[in-house]
């Protein structure tokens, strides 16, 4: 348990920036599926568009911190390689 004032406004503080980091976590997730789905139809131009709007929700994932850098790569990556298969 919290005894100093600051620890007490650190679990405050905490408790804001996990429920808006989760709500960023759950945006990306939701691009990513929409891509995912794209991909599974075998529509390419759904998915090529899906991917372009997932980019960029990705970048801001790993400039808002919620997102490792290689992560996002790695996920992008991926998808890009499906997105091409699909030709």
Known sequence: MANTPQAKKRIRRNER?????????????????KVEAAL????KTAASAA??????????????GVLHKNTAS????????RLTALA
Do not use: C, H, M, Y
């Not at 920036?17 to 691009?31: K, L, Q």
């Not at 929700?57 to 808002?64: F, N, P, Q």
């Open 51 to 64: 991917l372009a709007a997932a980019q960029p929700e990705l970048a801001r994932g790993v400039a808002k």
């Open 74 to 81: 790695r996920k992008f990556a991926r998808l890009t390689k």
């Open 40 to 43: 599974a139809s075998g529509d």
């Open 17 to 33: 920036r996990a429920e808006v980091n989760g709500n960023r976590v759950g945006r990306i997730r939701t691009f990513v599926k």
